[in-house]
């Protein structure tokens, strides 16, 4: 029998499909231009991660930079109500929580596909902030 009462339902997950749940709801964010979402939900799937030895990303993310300044912004209380969300960094945060959890899942792989088939992935002088 089916549960009516939605506030009833257990789901029991392990950290990997909590992480894969948070990884794979970015990159639907990610696409609907939900750039915010992408970064927070990605975010936390990186940090739940049990940590990985030299990952890609590791010497961006144990370094302060400018990297984590969205993210920390959005976590954070921090000066100023507004900032611009670009598209790359969200899909920097995606890649940097894919690359501590695996194996990867066929939205994952098709991120990943996107990310480095793009033309312009290259050459940030091509990008402009919409207006």
């Known amino acids: 029998m089916r549960e009516t009462r939605p506030f009833y339902r257990v789901f029991t997950v392990t950290k990997y499909e909590a992480a ?29 991660s049990p940590g990985k030895e030299g990952g890609l990303w590791a010497s961006l993310r144990d370094n302060p930079s400018r990297l984590n300044e969205t993210r920390d912004w959005l976590k ?27 194996p ?12 480095f088939s793009s033309p312009k992935l290259m050459r940030p002088e091509d990008y402009s902030p919409e207006v």
């Open 20 to 48: 894969t749940q948070q990884i794979e709801a970015a990159i639907a964010a990610f696409h609907a231009g939900q750039l915010a979402l992408a970064i927070t939900l990605a975010g936390a799937a990186e940090d739940m």
């Open 76 to 102: 954070h209380d921090r000066p100023g109500q507004t900032r611009a969300l670009v598209a790359f960094e969200a899909g920097l945060f995606i890649l940097r929580a894919m690359d501590k959890w695996e």
């Open 104 to 115: 990867w899942t066929p939205p994952m792989l098709a991120f990943k596909d996107l990310w």
